[in-house]
T-cell receptor
Framework: QKEVEQNSGPLSVPEGAIASLNCTYS??????FFWYRQYSGKSPELIMS????GDKEDGRFTAQLNKASQYVSLLIRDSQPSDSATYLC???????????FGAGTRLFVKA | DVKVTQSSRYLVKRTGEKVFLECVQD?????MFWYRQDPGLGLRLIYF???????EKGDIPEGYSVSREKKERFSLILESASTNQTSMYLC???????????????FGPGTRLLVL
């Protein structure tokens, strides 16, 4: 059974700082990784996906993947109070087109 | 614009009642999923379907069943609701292009179910 581990937090950062969210996964064969954001009372939405080792940038968000160490991280630069949410890391499940989600890290950005 | 809708945002039912939760997607996705989400436990997969009339058990199928008679609609059924089924229920859908790399899941707004 594939597993995805995240620190549940909460992670608290001041406005304008860099927020760093980390995720480790158990299956060395995983080929793609997803970060979803979930606001309180809302459903998850995809913000980043990454398939290759290294960094992928999209605006203020950077996903970093290190397959050798089996971790993936999400950096949020210039954090805003509107970034306060739970961030879920996810990997594809074994066959069947499922997705395995981590339990999520709660982020608070203080104004 | 991508759209997944769920029949109710909030639902209150009595123990022992049969409960139907409906999900509809307008993106022509092959895959549809039902999750429940509880504090501290994250998203847990109940059932999923990769085609019309096809279904597979997820991690916590006990006490639930599903129906997919049409591609766009996936129903979750609580045969006899119990208080431990009080939860947030999320439906999601995705394309079926590549099981190795996975596909983005698009979620509905969720149904918060309270079983008394």
């Amino acid at each position: 059974q594939k597993e995805v581990e995240q620190n549940s937090g909460p992670l608290s950062v001041p406005e304008g700082a860099i927020a760093s969210l980390n995720c480790t996964y158990s299956d060395r064969g995983s080929q793609s990784f997803f970060w979803y954001r979930q606001y309180s009372g809302k459903s998850p939405e995809l913000i980043m996906s990454i398939y290759s080792n290294g960094d992928k940038e999209d605006g203020r968000f950077t996903a970093q993947l290190n397959k050798a160490s089996q971790y993936v991280s999400l950096l949020i630069r210039d954090s805003q109070p509107s970034d306060s949410a739970t961030y879920l890391c996810a990997v594809p499940g074994t066959g069947g087109f499922k997705t395995i989600f981590g339990a999520g890290t709660r982020l608070f950005v203080k104004a | 614009d991508v759209k997944v809708t769920q029949s109710s945002r909030y639902l209150v039912k009595r123990t022992g009642e049969k409960v139907f939760l409906e999900c509809v997607q307008d993106m022509d996705h092959e895959n549809m999923f039902w999750y429940r989400q509880d504090p501290g436990l994250g998203l847990r997969l109940i059932y999923f379907s990769y085609d019309v009339k096809m279904k597979e058990k997820g991690d916590i199928p006990e006490g639930y069943s599903v129906s997919r008679e049409k591609k766009e609609r996936f129903s979750l059924i609580l045969e006899s609701a119990s208080t431990n089924q009080t939860s947030m229920y999320l439906c999601a859908s995705s394309f079926n292009r590549d099981s190795r790399t996975g596909e983005t899941q698009y979620f509905g707004p969720g149904t918060r179910l309270l079983v008394l």
